[in-house]
């Protein structure tokens, strides 16, 4: 066996889990801290807070008696608050009965109904903040394009840039005009693909004419996890100048191949660093979420295009970047359930659903694509964690909180025999899913 060979896949394998602990270490540690310090704020006192599960690696005592420790399993995490039998928050119920009136309410099974209800969507909820900070953060560091489009930097391409030149304003492309984005995006829309297109720009106040590229050439500007273009080993910056020999002008031109490819091997010419080189690979078959909440499959690569330039930024002010957030997070919550519902009905392949096998690919890829992306990724995952806590599955935060409206309506908790039987079921339910998932994982293209 070449153990010198295995090295490398040896590392990726240990860059793939090392970001996918990170991730889900900030992700679980956020959540768990949703449920600590509502419950502390609801009179409900938490034992243990426990990044990890197992033996106990680091521990410390804080002045409200909660013991603080990193366990030597790094995947997930818990709280223990007073009166629980396990990390699952079931009743100890023999301690229980030997508790004061007092004790009693400091434990999660004597608080009022409102502060144990309150504590359990703590949870999820810091998970949905969290989303929309991160989002929001995102925004604010990397700024927003001004108006009207304003060239911060030109990309390396294989052909003339003509005279176009940074801080250049770009009134009109081929005689129409465009004050802001949206116009120039209608506009690309219109003006024919060729090399060389008229730019209108204001340069040092006049209004000038200089020769310019087609605005969307074939560039790669970002590489998607999981997908044939970063099997392929694709980069940012990468231009495609040909598809089997065939050449190309347009990012909309390499749509259209890929499209109609019906999954069939491409080869792909690549201008990189000012060298040439080719790679081979076959599209994959992807269901895309639509505005209008269905899907559509179609045969993809896994690259997004960009401009010929780098539009100038401006750093966006706080109350805008947070609705940014907040969009994007609603965003990545009805895209998740309008694919679970297709799933479900059969409209999509299952193989959408992907397990912790996944998960982890898409950790190491993102983060091998930079911060930005790595930030980003938690982001997502941390709404699809807060989503999956609410689904009303007993041992999930959801089914607790279908527990709670229980009592609220008809005025006593289910007992204790129920809530085992229940428990029993919702954890054998997800270890069924997850094991579906792992086999997709496996299994899926």
């Known amino acids: 066996m070449d153990i010198i060979g295995l090295i490398p896949s040896f590392g990726n394998v240990l860059y793939t889990l090392g970001a996918f602990v990170l991730a889900l270490s900030v992700i679980v540690t956020v959540h768990e801290y949703g449920h600590y310090i509502v419950g502390r704020m609801c009179g409900i006192h938490a034992e243990v807070f426990s990044i990890g599960f197992g033996p106990k690696l680091l521990s410390r005592e804080d002045q409200w008696g909660t013991r603080w420790q990193i366990a030597a399993l790094p995947f997930g995490g818990y709280v223990k608050f007073l009166g629980d039998a396990g990390v699952a928050s079931d009743r100890a119920s023999d301690d229980l009965a030997e508790m004061d009136a007092e004790t009693l ?7 009022p109904l409102w502060a144990r209800a309150a504590t359990v969507a703590a949870g999820p909820f810091f998970n949905f903040v969290l989303s929309i900070f991160v989002f929001a953060g995102v925004i604010m560091f990397e700024g927003e394009a001004v108006e009207p489009p304003t060239i911060a930097e030109l990309q390396s391409l294989p052909t003339e840039l003509g005279d176009l030149r940074p801080g250049d304003v770009i009134a009109a492309i081929d005689g129409r005009e465009t004050p802001d984005f949206a116009a120039f995006y209608d506009v690309v829309s219109q003006v024919p693909v060729e090399p060389v297109l008229p730019y209108t720009v204001t340069r040092d106040g006049q209004l000038i004419e200089v020769p310019g590229p087609y605005p969307f050439p074939p560039l790669v500007a970002g590489v998607q996890p999981q997908s044939a273009a970063i099997e392929a080993g694709l980069k940012v910056g990468d231009v495609i100048t040909a598809i089997d020999g065939a050449p190309l002008a347009s990012f909309s031109s390499l749509q259209e191949i890929v499209t ?13 660093e000012g060298a040439s080189q080719e790679i081979t690979l076959a599209p994959k078959r992807v269901d895309m979420p639509q505005p209008d909440g269905g899907f559509e499959t179609r045969w993809l690569i896994g690259m997004t295009g960009g401009l010929f330039f780098t539009p100038q930024t401006q750093t966006p002010g706080i109350g805008t970047a947070l609705g940014y957030g907040a969009d994007q997070t609603w965003m990545v919550v009805t895209q998740s359930l ?24 898409t950790s190491g890829a993102a983060a091998s694509q930079g911060l930005s992306s790595f930030i980003w990724f938690i982001a997502v995952l941390s709404t699809a964690v807060g989503l999956l806590n609410l689904f009303p599955i007993p041992v999930l935060d959801g089914g607790h909180l279908v527990f709670h409206t229980y009592e609220a309506l008809v005025g006593k908790p289910p007992s204790d025999r129920a809530l085992n039987a229940l ?10 899913m997850m094991l579906f998932a792992i086999s997709n994982d496996l299994f899926c293209p």
């Not at 309410?105 to 608080?111: E, F, K, Y």
């Open 105 to 111: 309410r400091h434990t999660m099974h004597g608080a």
């Open 260 to 272: 109609g490819s019906d999954g069939r091997d491409l080869v792909l010419t690549i201008w990189r």
């Open 338 to 361: 309008s694919g679970l519902y297709h799933m479900v009905s059969g409209a999509i392949s299952s193989c959408n659903l992907r397990g912790p096998l996944g998960i982890a690919e």
């Open 423 to 432: 428990m029993t079921l919702g954890l054998t339910f997800l270890l069924g």
